[in-house]
């Protein structure tokens, strides 16, 4: 019965900003860490960035500096800003929630962004 909303995708010229959310909702008995994954055309899907429960926040190499990701007081939505847009961000972004320990994951069905020159 769990459930992840993910919104923000859409179309941006190279230099702007989207900001992605992702509203968790169901029966999850301890939410670990909440991020955001992307997969491109002709490529494997990476880790973009998360957030644990203690706060530690990881960043793929390729986004420090211009993508930020936070999570709301009630830990049941996670946001994705993501500001200086290139070409090579164009992606299908899936919102992730690792839950019990690493026992549960959860996916999003996934939001395309897609950034023209």
């Known amino acids: 019965q769990v459930q992840l909303v993910e919104s923000g995708g859409g179309l941006v010229q190279a230099g702007g900003s989207l900001r992605l959310s992702c509203a968790v909702s169901g029966s999850i008995f301890s939410i670990n860490a909440m991020g955001w994954y992307r997969q491109a055309p002709g490529k494997e899907r990476e880790l973009v960035a998360d957030?644990?429960?203690?706060?530690?926040?990881t960043y793929a190499d390729s986004v420090k500096g211009r993508f930020t990701i936070s999570r709301d007081n009630a830990k049941d939505t996670v946001y994705l800003q993501m500001n200086s847009l290139k070409p090579e961000d164009t992606a299908v972004y899936y919102c992730n929630v690792r839950a019990d320990y690493g026992i549960n994951y959860y996916w999003g069905k996934g939001t395309l962004v897609t950034v023209s020159s």
């Open positions: 957030i644990t429960s203690s706060g530690s926040n």
